[in-house]
Nanobody, 123 residues
Framework: QVHMVESGGGLVQPGGSLRLSCAAS????????MGWYRQAPGKERELVAR???????IYANSVKDRFTISRDNAKNTVYLQMNNLKPEDTAVYYC?????????????????WGQGTQVTVSS
């Protein structure tokens, strides 16, 4: 299977910046979409940003012009640069990726999630 491991969360003051990283590992054959989602206490998980294999991107309206998603296909890694952070950005951030991996019985699809990393924006 494919495993996703996030890093880079933490505590930051309003207006500050953080960069999240998420590396995928396993017998990856191809990676399609990679993305970041977040879930605040008492709220549903929501899409933050997503990037295709061709580097087309989409963002939630609440983070446009503040967050930037990018990917390094050679490293199977997706990044989220977060600038001008606000208290309402506080949440657990999860990375997600889908594609195909090599198994003993050929290529199989995967849709994998990381374990989540906490981002807290507070003074």
């Amino acid at each position: 299977q494919v495993h996703m491991v996030e890093s880079g969360g933490g505590l930051v003051q309003p207006g500050g910046s953080l960069r999240l990283s998420c590396a995928a590992s396993g017998s990856i054959f191809s990676m399609n979409f990679m993305g970041w989602y977040r879930q605040a206490p008492g709220k549903e998980r929501e899409l933050v940003a997503r990037i295709s294999s061709g580097r087309s991107t989409i963002y939630a309206n609440s983070v446009k012009d503040r967050f930037t998603i990018s990917r390094d296909n050679a490293k199977n890694t997706v990044y989220l640069q977060m600038n001008n952070l606000k208290p309402e950005d506080t949440a657990v951030y999860y990375c997600n990726a889908d594609g195909k991996y090599s198994s003993g019985s050929g290529l199989r699809p995967f849709d994998s999630w990381g374990q989540g990393t906490q981002v807290t924006v507070s003074s």
